[in-house]
């Protein structure tokens, strides 16, 4: 069952600028994730939001989560080329075994 | 760091086929994990398991089995192939639940069922 939906589908944006991706979810939670995937090889895992916290940074990377809202926002600064690829935000469910909700994903394109 | 291996990268096997995948992962989890993932469909969990010898049906496992003899491979079997199954595998581990910790991926199966 589809938990995580991404929004937009696919985003275009220019080397340099930020891209901005969403991801609502419809159960409570023990933490998000977004993952990273190049096409034609395997996801890749960027970060891991608790439920209990609000904001999270990697480098470039800004995740937020608003679980009153059921939403995350996954935020890239400055992007290069090299950012192009698709990201998933998937939710660990509370009481689940481990097993993550994928969304379907943003493809995201950065123009050189 | 964590490393998934799946067996094949590209397989191209026929219809009515028994189809073996493979994965290995060496980081002692107890949780393994897998995948198909189709264009406008994202990732369907097929089977998983947290333990060996321990196995829970996904959203989609018609048409296909599991095996976890060892704690850090998991196979996944198609018992006859159909054209329908052709698509990209994706294999994971984890830690147990609870854990907050992140599932790690293989690079992915490309299957064709011809």
């Known amino acids: 069952s589809q938990q995580g939906e991404e929004d937009p589908q696919a985003l275009s944006i220019q080397e340099g600028e930020n891209a901005t991706m969403n991801c609502s979810y419809k159960?409570?939670?023990?933490?998000l994730q977004w993952y990273r995937q190049n096409s034609g090889r395997g996801l890749v895992h960027l970060i891991l939001?608790?439920?209990?916290?609000r904001e999270k940074h990697s480098g470039r990377l800004r995740v937020t989560l608003d679980t009153s809202k059921k939403s995350s926002s996954l935020l890239i600064t400055a992007s290069r080329a090299a950012d192009t690829a698709s990201y998933f935000c998937?939710?660990?469910?509370?009481?689940?075994?481990?097993?993550?909700?994928f969304g379907k994903g943003t493809k995201l394109s950065v123009k050189p | 760091d964590v490393k998934v291996t799946q067996s094949s990268r590209y397989l191209v096997k026929r219809t009515g086929e028994k189809v073996f995948l493979e994965c290995v992962q060496d980081?002692?989890?107890?949780?393994m994990f897998w995948y198909r993932q189709d264009p406008g469909l994202g990732l369907r969990l097929i089977y998983f398991?947290?333990?060996?010898?321990?196995?829970e049906k996904g959203d989609i496992p018609e048409g296909y089995s599991v095996s976890r003899e060892k704690k850090e491979r998991f196979s996944l079997i198609l018992e006859s192939a159909s054209t329908n199954q052709t698509s990209m595998y994706l294999c994971?581990?984890?830690?147990?639940?609870?854990?907050?910790?992140?599932?790690?991926f293989g690079d992915g199966t490309r299957l064709s069922i011809l």
């Open positions: 994971a581990s984890s830690s147990p639940p609870g854990d907050n910790q992140p599932q790690h």
């Open positions: 159960t409570s939670i023990n933490n």
């Open positions: 939001i608790r439920s209990n916290e």
């Open positions: 998937a939710t660990d469910e509370e009481g689940s075994q481990g097993n993550l909700i």
């Open positions: 980081m002692d989890h107890e949780n």
């Open positions: 398991s947290y333990d060996v010898k321990m196995k």
